[in-house]
Structure formats: structure tokens, C-alpha cells
């Protein structure tokens, strides 16, 4: 099945700071979404995005399909932006496009 | 409109017993799935739906049944619970199309002792 490759694990940021979390697969994906969990637990939809680039206020995504990557921007980070943010896909052999494998997550702590 | 429901929220369970967990959806979903969630594991997948009536096996199947009986609703039994099966169980929802784009319940904590 498809691997799934998060980066940095870990990362700690000051409030007003950008950064770039990454996520790679082993294989071509046709079904990418980002997911942030909050401190709670709950697991909230951040992007659909198997191709292209979107935003959403500071949030942006952008996933290079052809080199099987993508990326997460935050900008001008706020402490609610803490918590686990996970990227899964989901691929193209034998039609599983519907079902996601994730990654392990970053880890993102943003302090005041 | 609700979204994705789960119940119960907690539960703790000695080793042996059997539990079912519930997940219920209101946005008129066809496919449904059950992950457990571990510390730095991300989320696997258990068993899934394409429909009312089908189930089918995930990533890590073992030691628990699931039921779709009506398409609103997603059962994940244990038969007889393990302390292995301690984790954080969610349920998650999808469309059937182009984008099958997951919505997340809130999430069981269960503890086997």
C-alpha cells in the first residue's frame, strides 16, 4: 500500500511566524486531504487537494502530483493553530481512491 | 444538521468483554469507515463501507466485526476486547464521487483493562 511521509514531526513556533509542513507518497495519490486535530481530538477537514494549490484564509495548500508531494503554509501562526496536522491519500490502483492512508502527523505547538 | 455522531464518548472495558460502538451520519454519506487511532501511528484504517448492507476489511481488521445495516449508521463491534484494543476509535463519513472528501465524528476513548 502507500506509504505516507510527514515532515517536520515535531515543530514549535511563535505566534506571527510562518511555516511549511510537507507530506510525500510512495505513489501516485488521487485523493489528498489535509486534516488539523485539535488539543480536543477532533479532526477537522483543512483541504481537498489531489492537484493544484488552494488557500483559506492563512492556510494555503499546494500538492505537486507528477513529484507526489505536498505542502501545508501557515502564515502568521496564532496559538488556535496548535494541534496534530495530518495529510492521507488515497490511490489510484485498483480504484481505493476512497480510502485514505495517513501519515503520523506534525506535531505544531505555537506559542504566545 | 449534526454531521458525524459517535457513541459513547468514553468507555472502559475489562478484557474479555464485548462492546459496540455506534456512529451515525445525517448527511446522506454512502461510504463510512471505522480508524483507531494510537500514539504516533496517525490514523489506520479498520473496516469500511460503500454502502448500506457491504462492509469490507482496512489496514487492521483483527478482533473487530462492523455492520451497515442502515446507511445512516455504522457499527463496530469487539467480541471480546483486548488491552491491545485501548486506543482512540473515529468514524468517519464520504460521498461517493469525485472527491470522497472524509468528515470526522468526534472520536471514542477506549480503555481495556
Known amino acids: 500500500g502507500i506509504q505516507v511521509e510527514q515532515s517536520p514531526p515535531d515543530l514549535i513556533l511563535q505566534e506571527g511566524a510562518n511555516s511549511t509542513l510537507r507530506c510525500n507518497f510512495s505513489?501516485?495519490?488521487?485523493?489528498l486531504q489535509w486534516f488539523h486535530q485539535n488539543p480536543w481530538g477532533q479532526l477537522i477537514n483543512l483541504f481537498y487537494?489531489?492537484?493544484g494549490t488552494k488557500q483559506n484564509g492563512r492556510l494555503s495548500a499546494t500538492t505537486v502530483a507528477t513529484e507526489r508531494y505536498s505542502l501545508l503554509y501557515i502564515s502568521s501562526s496564532q496559538t488556535t493553530d496548535s494541534g496534530v496536522y495530518f495529510c492521507?491519500?488515497?490511490?489510484?490502483?485498483?480504484?481505493?481512491?476512497?480510502?485514505?492512508?495517513f501519515g503520523k502527523g506534525t506535531l505544531l505547538t505555537v506559542n504566545p | 444538521n449534526a454531521g458525524v455522531t459517535q457513541t459513547p464518548k468514553f468507555r472502559v472495558l475489562k478484557t474479555g468483554q464485548s462492546m459496540t460502538l455506534l456512529c451515525a451520519q445525517d448527511?446522506?454519506?454512502?461510504?463510512m469507515y471505522w480508524y483507531r487511532q494510537d500514539p504516533g501511528m496517525g490514523l489506520r484504517l479498520i473496516h469500511y463501507?460503500?454502502?448500506?448492507?457491504?462492509?469490507a476489511k482496512g489496514e487492521v481488521p483483527d478482533g473487530y466485526n462492523v455492520s451497515r445495516l442502515k446507511k445512516q449508521n455504522f457499527l463496530l463491534g469487539l467480541e471480546s476486547a483486548a488491552p491491545s484494543q485501548t486506543s482512540v476509535y473515529f468514524c468517519?463519513?464520504?460521498?461517493?464521487?469525485?472527491?470522497?472528501?472524509?468528515?470526522f465524528g468526534p472520536g471514542t476513548r477506549l480503555t481495556v483493562t
Open positions: 468517519a463519513s464520504s460521498l461517493q464521487g469525485a472527491s470522497y472528501e472524509q468528515y
Open positions: 505513489d501516485s495519490v488521487n485523493n
Open positions: 487537494i489531489p492537484s
Open positions: 492521507a491519500g488515497g490511490g489510484i490502483s485498483g480504484g481505493s481512491n476512497y480510502k485514505l492512508t
Open positions: 448527511m446522506n454519506h454512502e461510504y
Open positions: 463501507s460503500v454502502g448500506e448492507g457491504t462492509t
